[in-house]
């Protein structure tokens, strides 16, 4: 059973694997403060893990190993590659951050982080309900633990008990659901689950009600109402650099795992669940908005961002209905996929910001604390506008074509209740569009409080221009973006 | 590179390179950076206008390559007679903007400028742009740079305008977004505008789409009700802002009816054309009735500007020849004379620090020069034989009357408070005896405004004594416009 293919299919996981444990050894005898060594070798491990993948991800072959439990396609292999591209970029801004507050001391940071991205390269790779839940397991955990790694201060210490009650609920509603569909289906294997399930001949009720906790898990860990309540507290609890971490990358994971359990296993139930993500989607961009414009804390301000934003990419998922046929369906997956992708691109800045901006003992959270920005570091000020403006849905930036691309997703249905959702979306990105603005007011119209120039090392400094350089020309240029989603999701479907 | 190409990106590249290269402390190269990049970006206009095919309704000096091949989006441009003087109208704006700024602005010169530059391209991309999305992209993308220059440069409640301004805009043009991936549907998959203009729609969906586009320009116009942001902005606005506000930016929205809204649901604009006609005659009587007892001379142009526009409107909807080209000649008159009267306001505010009428009188003793070139201009406002403003308001009620006699009626009416509160204005804050110790002191305009002023009468007059250019070559455009108008897209 475990031929040569098999192995094919998961190297990037080992590479990840070994090296995570080779970067715990080394990181030993790395008795810097900074921990130069251990942060060069991460970034190269995960630089060579970006590139297996994404060759995998060019090459398109789609191949299962290890009797199916592991499937290598085209999107997983990209949302991969973004993952660790993400990891990587999360390091860069939040080594400095970490570095003041003593978080690298142990140099867990590094191998803990490694870890979690494997727990993503296994969420997203697994077939088996055993395996995505699994992989689930591994990133929740270690997420927990990054959120409690400032041991000492007890705001972070209270999001990690939220985080770790709350996750560990979400993860029972998770597990529930699959066995429920386990015990219907008799059978793990998604392929086997979806011919199980196609036959008609399974209790249609019990499906539903494991379904419903499903969804709910998968809600959860989405960070999608009602099941948001998490979301705000550990942003804002966790120090800066981690709440990157479980911001960005993820949010890629999370929606791999829904397009696979989901569409690739219970697809037939689509109609299902469907209604519960557009109910889903609905609460949170209501939620999630105007919650969003009462907060004057920046990352419990995002944190709600994330929310709605996450409602509209659900939004994507709903449009895709069955009956249209598979290539609506594609159409629809494939935007919710660039709304992902693009999301976290624009995450990583806002929050690179928000790290840069964090002197030792400093935590510039508040949003009066960008007063200004713009005469302190006009670039700084401008790499944060792009990405405000991105997440309200502006054009030339890539966000705006985002919400596009879900949009026509929805209008191309031709039902009038999906215009209806447009419309309504439409409305809420315009209540969306004035906590950004404020963002950019405060730095741009406000008077700075303090007259210091805003300074950064050589590497943050590099990666936040091109980070806030790509939401442009991505907002330029999306077609190929669009392109390589749309290609991504067919050839998933197709198998 | 086609022409249209290098007018939206030459000065969007000399706008970028601003932003990122200049620094206070070279303030001055910066200043002459930003005009060689806005008399460039001119210049490059000037050949479309020498070149332009008279008598023709076709699309010139078009482009057209694949830009999002998922969605079929090109990146495609072309001009038609209505659009060739808008965009000549942005880069000439343009020029005397930056003029206008010159030691005005000493602060983060470089953002001002930019953002300007960076405007002006987006603005001319929106006249030119022949696919929905780029049409979409464009049109939404001016809202940044004019809500940074509000919020930055703007006066003591600038946050509120910056807001209102943005926001009241964006609501319009989601809404409009809508409409367009709609149409993309409708018509398997297209993003052509042209295109679009054949497309047989039902009743229903016109109807949408109708008011999905009212939503969208008639905010930007704007027209009344749905005006109130603009005397809010002006105000707040730097004098810049103000000009280009109401020079271009309101002609984006009266564009829009043009290429959209009568095109795409001619049914539907018939069917509602009642309520357009009332609204504009609402904007031109009630709101010139409004203007007349404003004490802020910002906000009276731009009540005025409300009632000049709500004519462009009322032209477009009579449907008749004289009346939408009496509103596309009024859009480019009003382009003129709007920016003229508030950098006329512009150049008091530099000097006395208010803009109450009640702070001045007798300003013509102490500026003679200046006093001059603004009584041309308040003769243009009121729509004097001989300036750019009468043009296009004689044909509008000419075209008016014709259609119906108490419409035109109404809208003749316009000439006479245009007159009332143009004139008691001037009244007031020029002629008489030196009011006080502030306008005692006044001096008379500098050689920049001088030349920033003479650039705009010399195109007041020329439009106003030679209007052939203009109509010659929008002529064609608007006989099809109408034809195509004319007939209806029912299915039957």
């Known amino acids: 059973m475990i031929d040569k293919l098999s192995w094919v299919t998961i190297y990037p996981e080992i590479v990840l694997l070994v090296m995570a444990c080779i970067i715990a050894l080394v990181d030993l005898s790395d008795t810097s403060p900074r921990r130069t060594r251990t942060y060069i070798l991460t970034l190269l491990t995960l630089a060579a893990v970006a590139v297996l993948t994404g060759l995998a991800a060019v090459g398109g072959k789609t191949a299962y190993g290890f009797g199916g439990m592991v499937v290598s396609d085209s999107m997983g292999n990209w949302l991969k590659c973004f993952a660790s591209l993400a990891l990587m970029v999360t390091l860069v801004y939040g080594r400095p951050y970490a570095a003041d507050r003593e978080m690298l001391r142990g140099g867990e940071l590094f191998t803990i982080s490694m870890l979690a991205l494997l727990g993503m390269f296994v969420m997203i790779g697994g077939s088996n309900f055993l395996l995505i839940y699994l992989g689930l397991e591994l990133l929740t955990l270690s997420s927990y633990a990054l959120v409690a790694l400032r041991r000492d201060n007890a705001v972070a210490s209270e999001a990690a008990m939220k985080y770790f009650v709350l996750g560990a609920m979400a993860s029972g509603f998770l597990l529930y659901g699959l066995s429920m569909m386990y015990g219907a289906t008799g059978s793990l294997d998604l392929n086997e689950v979806f011919k199980a399930i196609s036959t008609g001949k399974v209790n249609h009720q019990v499906l539903v009600f494991g379904l419903v906790f499903i969804v709910a898990g998968l809600a959860f860990k989405v960070g999608a109402a009602p099941f948001h309540m998490w979301v705000p507290d550990v942003y804002q609890g966790a120090p800066t650099a981690v709440t990157l971490l479980i911001g960005a990358a993820p949010e890629l994971a999370a929606f791999g795992i829904i397009i696979r359990l989901l569409v690739d296993g219970l697809q037939p139930l689509a109609i299902d669940w469907q209604q519960m993500l557009a109910v889903l989607a609905i609460a949170s961009l209501v939620i999630g908005n105007l919650a969003a414009i009462a907060q004057s804390n920046l990352k419990r301000m995002l944190a709600y961002s994330t929310i709605a934003q996450m409602g509209f990419m659900l939004l994507g998922l709903v449009a895709g209905s069955d009956q249209q046929g598979t290539q609506n369906a594609q159409a629809a997956y494939s935007a919710s996929m660039f709304y992902v992708i693009t999301y976290v691109l624009t995450t990583l800045a806002s929050f690179g910001i928000i790290l840069l901006l964090a002197r030792e003992g400093f935590e510039s959270e508040e949003i009066t604390d960008l007063a200004g920005l713009n005469q302190r570091s006009p670039l700084y000020a401008g790499v944060m506008a792009i990405a405000m403006f991105s997440l309200a849905g502006l054009p030339p930036l890539v966000g705006f074509y985002a919400k596009l691309a879900v949009l026509q997703a929805l209008i191309a249905s031709g039902a009038a209740i999906y215009i209806g959702l447009a419309v309504f979306a439409v409305i809420m990105s315009l209540i969306g569009a004035f906590y950004y603005l404020r963002v950019v007011k405060v730095m741009y119209f406000d008077a700075p409080v303090t007259a210091t120039t805003v300074s950064a090392s050589f590497d943050v400094r590099t990666v936040l221009t091109i980070n806030g350089a790509l939401i442009l020309i991505l907002g330029v240029l999306p077609g190929g973006l669009m392109t390589l989603c749309y290609d991504a999701i067919a050839a998933t479907l197709a198998h | ?492």
Not at chain 2, 457 to 466: D, K, N, P, Q
């Open chain 2, 1 to 492: 590179m086609g022409l249209l190409s290098l007018a939206i990106w030459v000065p969007i590249a000399f706008g970028a390179a601003l932003l990122a290269f200049g620094r206070d402390e070279h303030a001055k190269g910066v200043r002459w950076v930003a005009l060689v990049g806005a008399i460039v970006s001119f210049l490059v206009t000037v050949p479309l206008f020498m070149r332009f095919q008279n008598g023709t309704a076709a699309m010139q000096f078009v482009e057209k390559t694949s830009w999002i091949s998922r969605f079929n989006v090109n990146y495609h441009l072309g001009i038609d007679g209505m659009s060739l003087w808008l965009v000549l109208l942005t880069s000439f704006i343009t020029v005397v903007v930056v003029i206008s700024a010159w030691e005005v602005i000493t602060e983060r010169v470089n953002q001002y400028m930019g953002a300007f530059l960076i405007l002006s391209g987006f603005m001319i991309g929106v006249f030119s742009a022949l696919d929905g999305i780029l049409f979409y992209v464009f049109f939404e993308a001016t809202l940044i740079p004019m809500y940074l220059i509000i919020g930055i440069w703007g006066g003591p409640n600038k946050i509120y305008a910056a807001f209102k301004f943005f926001l009241y805009t964006l609501l319009g043009s989601l809404l409009m977004l809508v409409a367009l991936i709609f149409l993309y549907n409708k018509s398997g998959g297209s993003f052509d505008i042209l295109s679009w203009h054949k497309l047989p729609l039902g009743s229903t969906a016109q109807t949408f789409l109708f008011f999905a586009f009212f939503a969208a320009f008639a905010v930007k116009v704007p027209m009344w009700p749905v005006h109130t942001w603009l005397p809010d902005v002006h105000v707040e606005a730097p004098t810049g802002g103000s000009a280009v506000l109401a020079a271009v930016m309101l002609k984006l929205g009266a564009y829009g009816f043009l290429r959209f809204s009568m095109p795409i649901a001619p049914d539907a604009s018939h069917e509602w054309a009642w309520l357009m006609i009332a609204l504009s005659l609402i904007a031109v009587i009630y709101v010139g009735l409004v203007a007349l007892v404003q004490q802020d001379m910002k906000k009276l142009v731009a009540y005025s500007s409300v009632a000049h526009m709500g004519f462009v409107t009322l032209g477009f909807f009579i449907f008749n020849e004289l009346g939408v080209s009496g509103g596309i000649v009024q859009m480019i008159a009003h382009g003129f004379v709007s920016g003229a009267m508030f950098l006329g306001i512009g150049v008091l505010y530099d000097r006395v620090h208010s803009r109450q009428i009640a702070d001045y009188g007798g300003v013509v003793n102490t500026m003679p020069k200046f006093a001059a070139f603004a009584l041309l201009f308040a003769m243009a406002n009121c729509g004097l034989p001989g300036t750019a403003g009468f043009v296009g308001e004689w044909m509008v009620i000419l075209g008016a009357v014709k259609a119906n006699f108490w419409i035109g009626l109404g809208a003749a009416t316009a000439l006479i408070f245009g007159a009332a509160y143009t004139l008691w204005m001037y009244k007031r804050v020029y002629l008489g005896p030196v009011a006080n110790d502030h306008v005692k002191e006044l001096k008379d305009i500098n050689a920049r405004e001088f030349l920033m002023l003479s650039l705009l009468a010399i195109a007041v007059l020329w439009m106003g004594l030679y209007p052939k250019p203009f109509t010659d070559a929008m002529d064609a455009s608007v006989v099809e416009l109408l034809r195509h108008v004319a007939i209806s897209k029912l299915p039957v």
